[in-house]
C-alpha cells in the first residue's frame, strides 16, 4: 500500500518554527515530485511548495523566504521547515506525491497519493 504520513505539526508561537516530516512507505520517494498543501478551514487548500524528483524546488510567493522544502532520499522523507509563523499559517497541512520525469515541479498538477495531514496552530 502507497502511504505518505506527516509529522511535526502542533501548536507553536507566532514567530516560532516548525519542521514537518513526510514519510513514504510502500513506494520510493526517488521518483516522484512531493508537494506540500495546506488548507485552512473555510477556505480552498493552498499549494505551498514542491520538489522535483531532482531537487529542485519551487515556492508560492506567499510563503517565499519563510518556508523550505528538502527530501532526503535515503529516508525516504521530505520536510517543510517553517519560520516566522503567523497566525494565518494555522492549518492543516498535506504533503503529497506524484511520478514523474519532468526537471521541474509544480504545485497545480495533480498529485496522487496523498497524507491524512497534520495540524499546525499559531497562537499566542
Known amino acids: 500500500q502507497l502511504q505518505l504520513v506527516e509529522s511535526g505539526g502542533g501548536l507553536v508561537q507566532p514567530g516560532g518554527s516548525l519542521r514537518l516530516s513526510c514519510a513514504a512507505s510502500?513506494?520510493?520517494?526517488?521518483?516522484?515530485?512531493i508537494g506540500w498543501f495546506r488548507q485552512a478551514p473555510g477556505k480552498e487548500r493552498e499549494g505551498l511548495s514542491c520538489?522535483?524528483?531532482?531537487?529542485?524546488?519551487n515556492y508560492a510567493d506567499s510563503v517565499k523566504g519563510r518556508l523550505f522544502i528538502s527530501r532526503d532520499n535515503a529516508k525516504n522523507t521530505v520536510y517543510l521547515q517553517m519560520n516566522s509563523l503567523k497566525p494565518e499559517d494555522t492549518a492543516i497541512y498535506y504533503c503529497?506525491?506524484?511520478?514523474?520525469?519532468?526537471?521541474?515541479?509544480?504545485?497545480?498538477?495533480?498529485?496522487?497519493?496523498w497524507g491524512q495531514g497534520t495540524q499546525v496552530t499559531v497562537s499566542s
Open positions: 520538489i522535483s524528483r531532482g531537487g529542485r524546488t
Open positions: 503529497a506525491a506524484v511520478r514523474s520525469v519532468q526537471a521541474v515541479c509544480i504545485m497545480t498538477r495533480r498529485y496522487d497519493i
Open positions: 510502500g513506494f520510493t520517494l526517488d521518483y516522484y515530485h
